[in-house]
């Protein structure tokens, strides 16, 4: 066994950068769906950065993404740079060994009657859209936290109760 201490496990950690570091530009279809962890719009940290807007506009005319690395909260982070509605979207991306393999039967393999396709496509036909609207999606968990909120703002405040210190392997529930 080996033993590590905090220390020498902070020693190990990056240190912060100020840029990413761009290391190569593929090809969009490149960038599978499955890699990418979190987006971020890029803005420049002076509106008259020449650089910032020479690189997108660059950047744009490819049409290709950049792949780069930078460090921030103390992690190493890969990144995609794309030209996104004219502006840069920054997508974090997952290391390979954070992805896990599949391994599922393939798709193909299973036998399928032309009636069966037909159904389905005719499924599928039924429901398609030329565009997709996400607003007509609701996080109905969300819109009720805020109807109780704004219930709860309305009405009458009760007192906290004082809580009885307890030792920390125990826990008490109160009945709300």
Known sequence: YFIMTKEAIHKLKPEKMDAIEIKEFVPQSEIEILYISNHYYMAPT???????????????????????????????YVVAISFYKDMLLLNTLHYQYEIRSIE?????????????????????????????????????????????????????????????????????????
């Open 46 to 76: 002076n509106k008259k950065d020449k650089a910032f807007y020479l690189f997108a506009q660059a950047h744009k005319a490819s049409k290709k993404v950049a792949i780069g690395q930078f460090a921030m909260r103390e992690k190493e």
């Open 104 to 176: 599922l039967p393939a798709i193909e393999k299973e036998k399928l009657t032309k009636e069966e396709l037909s159904l389905a496509m005719l499924l599928i036909n039924k429901l398609s859209h030329k565009t997709f609207k996400l607003d007509k999606y609701k996080d109905h968990f969300v819109e009720r936290l805020k109807k109780a909120l704004k219930t709860a703002k309305k009405a009458k405040k009760i007192p906290a109760k004082k809580v009885k210190k307890e030792t920390p392997t125990s826990l008490s529930f109160d009945k709300l």
